[in-house]
T-cell receptor, first 116, second 116 residues
C-alpha cells in the first residue's frame, strides 16, 4: 500500500527555469515531510523538510509547499542547474501518538534532468 | 565529522549463503534505521533500532532476516539463506532522536547485494 506517491517518474527542465516536483500522501497522521536527492550508487541526501504546522519552507533555491487539505506537497527548484539532475524522493513521517514513530515512508522518486 | 558508514559497498552471495551488512551511525546518533530499495522502486522501511533494542521491525520479512544494534560496534543486518529476490540496495540511516522532535534521517551510501 503506497502511502506516499510521486506520480511523475521523470521531469525534464531547461537550465535556469523552475523545476516543480510533486508528491501526494494518503495518511492523515503524517505531520512531517522531507525531500531527499539521490545520485546513482549513492545514498539519499537530505534536502529540505516541512512540518504540518507550516505551508511553506524555503532554503536557498529550494522551496517546499504543503497543502494539508489536499494531502499534497511540492518541491520547487529555481533556478534549476544541471547539477540538480538526480532522483528526488518525497518522504513522510509521523510524530503524533498513533502513528508509527521513526520510520519514513518514501515515494518511488522522480528523475529530474536539467539540460543546458 | 564522518557521516553514516556502511560496509561492504558491494556484496555478492550465492543462493543459500548468509549476508551480513554493517552500519555505523553518525557520531552522536543513537537511532538506526534500515531500508531496502528494489530496482525502480522507492526505499522501503525494514527496521528501526536503538542501542540494544529493536523498536520497530514491522518492515522486516518474518524469516531469514534479523537486525541488531549492540552496545558496542556497528548495527548489523543479517540475511540467512539468501535468495535471488534479496538482491537490492540496502541503506542504513541514523538520527539523533525521535521523541518530541522531527525525524531528520541521514543516509549511508548503501550496500548493493547481488545474489547469484
Amino acid at each position: 500500500d503506497q502511502q506516499v506517491k510521486q506520480n511523475s517518474p521523470s521531469l525534464s527542465v531547461q537550465e535556469g527555469r523552475i523545476s516543480i516536483l510533486n508528491c501526494d500522501y494518503t495518511n492523515s497522521m503524517f505531520d512531517y515531510f522531507l525531500w531527499y536527492k539521490k545520485y546513482p550508487a549513492e545514498g539519499p541526501t537530505f534536502l529540505i523538510s516541512i512540518s504540518s504546522i507550516k505551508d511553506k519552507n524555503e532554503d536557498g533555491r529550494f522551496t517546499v509547499f504543503l497543502n494539508k487539505s489536499a494531502k499534497h506537497l511540492s518541491l520547487h527548484i529555481v533556478p534549476s542547474q544541471p547539477g540538480d539532475s538526480a532522483v528526488y524522493f518525497c518522504a513522510a513521517s509521523g510524530l503524533s501518538r498513533g502513528s508509527t514513530l521513526g520510520r519514513l515512508y518514501f515515494g518511488r522518486g522522480t528523475q529530474l534532468t536539467v539540460w543546458p | 565529522n564522518a557521516g553514516v558508514m556502511q560496509n561492504p559497498r558491494h556484496l555478492v552471495r550465492r543462493r543459500g549463503q548468509e549476508a551480513r551488512l554493517r552500519c555505523s551511525p553518525m557520531k552522536g546518533h543513537s537511532h538506526v534505521y534500515w531500508y531496502r530499495q528494489l530496482p525502480e522502486e522507492g526505499l522501503k522501511f525494514m527496521v528501526y533500532l536503538q542501542k540494544e533494542n529493536i523498536i520497530d521491525e514491522s518492515g522486516m520479512p518474518k524469516e531469514r532476516f534479523s537486525a541488531e544494534f549492540p552496545k558496542e560496534g556497528p548495527s548489523i543486518l543479517r540475511i540467512q539463506q539468501v535468495v535471488r529476490g534479496d538482491s537490492a540496495a540496502y541503506f542504513c540511516a541514523s538520527s539523533r532522536q525521535t521523541s518530541g522532535m522531527y525525524n531528520e534521517q541521514f543516509f549511508g551510501p548503501g550496500t548493493r547485494l547481488t545474489v547469484l
